[in-house]
């Protein structure tokens, strides 16, 4: 089976290509997962008609080139088939110069062995090296080290091979989702906007950069930022589409901190995959991404808050990263001091009516006796893409007389502004599509697909041709996550529709004077379907008891209210009755104590009622058998939830900050399609169900129960559980069985003295602050943990072997810590042992002398270490050496305390190579805040590979001026250390991997 080609110039036959040494895994590893390709949907090429030979076979290049993906199963027998080899170049040259991207997969061999040709998969190669050209073996050579530094999954990490495989397949259906195969091909002028970008971003360079896109709305800001992305997301470890920051911004009803601070958490929770990330301090993001590189589109951005909450300084980001800034105004990225700017300019004639054409006749050109007509339009449209897009879209397959009569409406509009030009779009849809567009414009922008269309069920609408209407007339789009977008201008042609609309024929009201006029006098009508507005306009609302008695086919009810503004303010009756057909009730700092008594949920799918006055929702047990939804986060007062035995669709269940709820009902552990359950900061909470054994729940967030006594009984498909700041004295056994857990928090639990068992698929575990005394000696299996945290830990005295594919380590404050594992192997990770000042010789002796490769160490100490045996007081130091020499350094580092507003402090690194021309480099270290003296060791790879460099000089700085260089030292790494640190590990589970570059 094959895909259809696409009618654009690029033809893809096959989701994905793989190269791979047959015997070594066709029968197991690649037979389980291309099963696994087939359940997803993912069409694999399949060679097995092809007979293998020394050269790669044409109909073999072919395959390669129309395939989306490229992925590369590196085993132990690989290199040992020169077939591989050629396949294996020519997928790379397939990725520089067609963009494709490549991933792999390390089955049962180190990667650093495939880089460095050694070991049993070097031998193998040498093999196949055996008469073969120079040239031949230095193609070879090069492919097998670019491919090994490309980011994969490596199956020693992974104790159960069913969930790599299907973390496998997700990733691949991640980049098929995230890569379009021929979304932006028809986009006339792309190619030559992506080329003049791509100028701009110099992705060549280290540095971190951002670039601003700017120029009018509508023009095409947001299409070519997500081709970019879509081209480039795969060279980033790290990457996050923020579309519509303007509308994130403006629906947050808080101070500026706040604001920024929810931007921030929007922001780290996608990037860093942590669903409901709550930060207290603006120094996140610094702290988080400062050595990631990441992409980061930042998309409609209209107000400097923004850019000052989401990338306050190119400096909070690592090496190489990009983010790049959509925005209407020039001037503001003038003002955040952003001089990289490429402004969109409206396309020429011919690209627009190019454009146009792709719209109203699925092809490049008019079609024939169409052609004046066409760019007659292409003129009243004023060139606009969003224009010719949605007047294209509405004239397709329209006859010619059909054409006239929209050319003469559009020339009768004597301004022809561009919301009359799109005004047409919402004009040429049939009636029930009309009110589908409106409720999308007002209530459902940005919102989940299918939750659009379970609100919108149970209507007149036929919800799901609707939107495939409106999607074909280029109404709207379903982002790749999922959700319903409208762009701001076709939302503000709805608004307009219905202001122009006669008051009484209204089914939708959204002017907030009017409505409350209607709400306190009882002045509506059957029309009416939906009510959006926000208090802060009008002050104070007074709704009368039969405020809805004439509004029976009230459906959506949306009303935003600003609770800390004590100008506002909503007076309810307690007799007030809600219409009983309602689907969506949202209403911010509802005022009353509990919902009216005749209250009929049982259409509700949606109940948002967050910063209310509630002390409970409602006496008896409606049924609920609609309600997905149900959020009710920072209502103080709400003493008691009802039974939910009904509510058997709920999804979501949200009750962060409800203080006063002591008891959580045990129809709770009924809803079986429970996938995220936040109770953050819920300080009285102390009874939950018997067990949540719910296979549905994902997320549980209880971080903050502080009278929570007992571990919860969760199902092993929990993939994130945070039990920060709780009374739990115990981790039940079972939670080492829980493969898909991810991320644990068990900070600032005081009462936690152990924790023998240990979730083996774990990423993040967080004890910090905790009562831990040990950490269990199994941690050294958990070959997936990159981030462990165990700052405050003050009762730690030791710490056991970690895994060596640990990224971060967090130790500082620990104050009993005296002994760690010796050898101490984690060559990449950042470890903070700040204000460890009981750690023994033996501790710092292992810290200091391991291998460092992209990783540092931070200790106490006050003086260079003696294998440092270049030395110098002060902040630099001249070595003769030649500039591919490789280097470790230590730098007695002091602070100053007249400066203490910096959470984060950065050590400036530069190196200059003494020859005829000096060859330089900067390089810049993030480090955690000391209040004493402290040892700072990292590794410095090579100036230049340039044997006429003799002298290099190392100088080092405090970019912001908080701390001082007392001395530095400097150790040439010999081949002989580099042997020596690679045997202090000696179960050699994962060799040396010195950086190269």
Partial sequence: MTLRPSSSSCSWRFHLFPSFHGPDVRVSFLSHLRKQFERNGIIMFNDQEIQRSQIIKPELTRAIQESRILIVVLSQSYASSSWCLNELVEILKCEETAGRIVMTIFYKVDPS???????EFGEAFKKTCEGRTQTEIQRWTRALTHV????????????????????IAKDVSDKLNATPSNDFDSMVGLEAHLEKLKSSLHLEKDGAMIVGISGPAGIG????????????????PLRYFMENVRGIYRRIDCDQHGLKLHLQEQLLSKILNHDGMKIFHSDVVYERLQNQKVLIILDDVDHLEQ?????????????????????EDQELLKQHGIKNTYHVNLPSNEEALGIFSRYAFRQSTPTSGFKDLAERVVELCG?????????????????????????????????????????????????????LFLYVAIFFNYIDNDHVKSMLSSTHLDERHGLNTLVNRSLIDISSKGKVVMHKLLQQVGRQVIHRQEPWKRQILMDAHEISDILEHGKGTRAVSGISFDTFETGQVFISASAFKRMPNLRYLSVHTRWHDKNDRVYIPEDMEFPPRLRLLHWDAYPSKSLPPKFYPEHLVELNMQESQLEKLWEGTPRLTNLKKMELMESWHLKELPDLSSATKLERLDLAWCQSLVEIPFSLSNLHKLKVLAMFACSNLQVLPNTLNLASLKVVNMAGCSRLRKFPDFSTNISSLKLSNTLVEQVPASIQHWTRLRFLDLSYNEKLK????????????????????????????????????????????????????????????CESLKSVSCPFYTPNAQLNFTNCFKLGQQARRAIIQQSFLDGWALLPGREVPAEFDHRARGSSLTLHCSASSRFKICLVVAPNHQIREYRVSQLLCRRIGKC??????????????????????????????????????FEFSSKLHDFEIVECGVQILTDEIERSAMCLNPAKRLKTTLSEQ
């Fill in 383 to 435: 060139n606009l893409p969003l224009g010719l897009r949605v007047v294209g879209s509405s004239l397709r397959e329209k006859n010619e007389d059909e054409w006239d009569a929209v050319v003469h409406r559009l020339e009768t509009n004597l301004d022809r502004d561009i919301e009359r030009v799109l005004r047409f779009g919402y004009e040429s849809l049939h009636e029930t599509d009309q009110i």
């Fill in 754 to 813: 152990t924790l023998e068992n240990l979730p083996e698929g774990a990423s993040h575990l967080n004890l910090s602050y905790s009562g831990i005394e040990k950490v269990s000696d199994c941690i050294k299996g958990l070959h997936g943990l990159q981030h462990f945290n165990l700052s405050g830990c003050r009762k730690l005295e030791s710490l056991p072997e970690l895994p060596p594919q640990l990224m971060f380590l967090s130790a500082n404050d």
């Fill in 148 to 167: 090994a530094n490309i980011e994969g999954e490596h199956s020693l990490n992974w104790v159960n091979e069913a969930d790599m495989i299907e973390k």
């Fill in 307 to 327: 850019l000052d909450a989401l990338a306050r300084d190119v400096s909070w980001f690592g090496h190489g990263s990009r983010i790049i800034v959509t925005t």
């Fill in 221 to 236: 800001k947001t299409t070519i930022a997500r081709a970019l992305y879509n081209q480039l997301s795969s060279n980033f």
């Fill in 113 to 119: 062995d495939v880089r460095k040709q050694i070991g």
């Fill in 916 to 953: 005829e021309l000096d060859l330089s480099s900067v390089k810049v270290y993030r480090i955690p805040r000391f209040g004493t003296e402290h040892l700072f060791i990292f590794h410095s790879g090579c100036i230049e590979d340039d044997q006429s460099v003799s002298e290099i000089v």
